[in-house]
């Protein structure tokens, strides 16, 4: 069975900090792992990726304030983010996707960021 459990959400000041883990176990091979974010009244949306070449996508918003590393033989990711906006309030979730494309979702930890 594949689990991914996160780690790492809270409460956080506007222009503060905080980093995201995210654990994944069981018998698959992840091809990209990355986190994801859903807002309250939003859709789901794309934070930041990487895939097993390391290639990396970040959405537009968290460029420059966000980093991702993977590791993916260990199946672990992280997401430090710097810089928080109120608008980055939101659900977090860790994703892994193999590459005949089945997905993996962790179950969420909440960030919020405000005064």
């Known amino acids: 069975q594949v689990q991914l459990v996160e780690s790492g959400g809270g409460l956080v000041q506007p222009g503060g900090s905080l980093r995201l883990s995210c654990a994944a176990s069981?018998?698959?091979?992840?091809?990209?792992m990355g986190w994801y974010r859903q807002a309250p009244g939003k859709q789901r949306e794309l934070v930041a990726a990487?895939?097993?070449?390391?290639?990396?996508n970040y959405q537009d918003s968290v460029k420059g304030r966000f980093t991702i590393s993977v590791d993916i033989t260990k199946k672990t990711a992280e997401l430090q983010m710097n810089s928080l906006k109120p608008e980055d309030t939101a659900v977090y979730y860790c994703?892994?996707?193999?590459?005949?494309?089945?997905?993996?979702w962790g179950q969420g930890t909440r960030v919020t960021v405000s005064a």
């Open positions: 994703n892994a996707r193999e590459a005949r494309g089945t997905a993996y």
């Open positions: 069981g018998s698959f091979r992840p091809y990209v």
């Open positions: 990487m895939t097993v070449g390391g290639n990396t």
